[in-house]
């Protein structure tokens, strides 16, 4: 079965996110310790990369091109476009690479399902699993709830040697968030 939208195509009507304050805490924080699972197979402790900037772009859920969103959303402000943004930050790699920065995305789905966007996408970087919400939990990273879901507010996370020194939030539209990234990179390098 078919969805009945484009899963790579953000739509030109979604309500745009407002910033609520709750990232204003994170710059200048030290990443937690915590053994995340990957789609490579193995665990990743994110406050132990210390060799360049880590860019942690956290997102709602992705879909797939099989199965309808959750029901209204589209009406959530900021849900919508985990699909085009993955593809974005793909199509950028190389120069986030060449910026000195390493990619990961993160999401509070199962490391199983990732691992199907991972494959469809194509993406040359890992996706971490929070599942459990300890990562999110640990620094009180905003959440919202959907069918009995709890999920990450769309955020992006720069980071040196284990400290948050940039948070992207909200991010909008979705796809636009490498390019931010990138311009952020180039004037903050090391």
Known sequence: MARSDDIYVVPRDLPVPEDDGACDHL??????SLALPATSGRTVDLSRENERHLVVYCYPRSGRPDEEPPAGWNAI????????????????????????AR?????TQSTAYQQEL?????????????????????LGLPTFQV??????????????????????????PPHSNPQEVLHWLSTHSR
Do not use: W
């Open 27 to 32: 710059a200048g924080m030290r990443l937690p």
């Open 77 to 100: 402000p900021g849900a919508r476009g985990c699909t085009p943004q993955a593809g974005a930050f793909r199509d950028h790699h190389r120069q986030l690479e060449a910026a000195n």
């Open 147 to 172: 069918q009995s879901m709890t999920l990450i507010k769309r955020l992006t996370i720069i980071a040196f040697a284990g400290i948050i020194e940039k948070v992207f939030y909200p991010v909008f």
């Open 118 to 138: 991972v494959e469809r996408l194509h993406l040359p970087f890992e996706v971490l699993s929070d599942a459990e919400l300890h990562f999110a939990g640990a």
């Open 103 to 107: 990619v990961y995305g993160l999401s």
